[in-house]
């Protein structure tokens, strides 16, 4: 149970979250950018492997990256209820995830 005597919270908020999602699957869309050097310059296009910061699929694609880990390679197990917590039945921990930021009660 949370709140209860001795427990400890640790929190951290992971500055390069969406940059360590998994890359773009081969069956989705493809999503480019642009760039111009300088006014005048040519445009050049580039293919994004993956997602950054300011898309829209972003917090998605890091959400599932995230909780594939916690799930698979960590032994947690998803909250029923809340698919944002996840508790690990070892050691009793318990992660909160919310957008780039996770909670740890320990």
Known sequence: MLG????VMSCIDVSV???QAEEYGEDEMKRYVSLTAYRGA???YFQLLGPTYGQRSAPRAWYNT???WL???MGYIQS???TCVYYHPDT???VVVWVDFLCVWI
């Open 4 to 7: 209860g005597e001795g427990d």
């Open 80 to 82: 029923q209820n809340d």
């Open 92 to 94: 009793r921990h318990t």
């Open 17 to 19: 979250a969406f940059l």
């Open 71 to 73: 799930v698979d390679e």
């Open 42 to 44: 040519r445009k050049h």
């Open 66 to 68: 995230l909780s594939k």
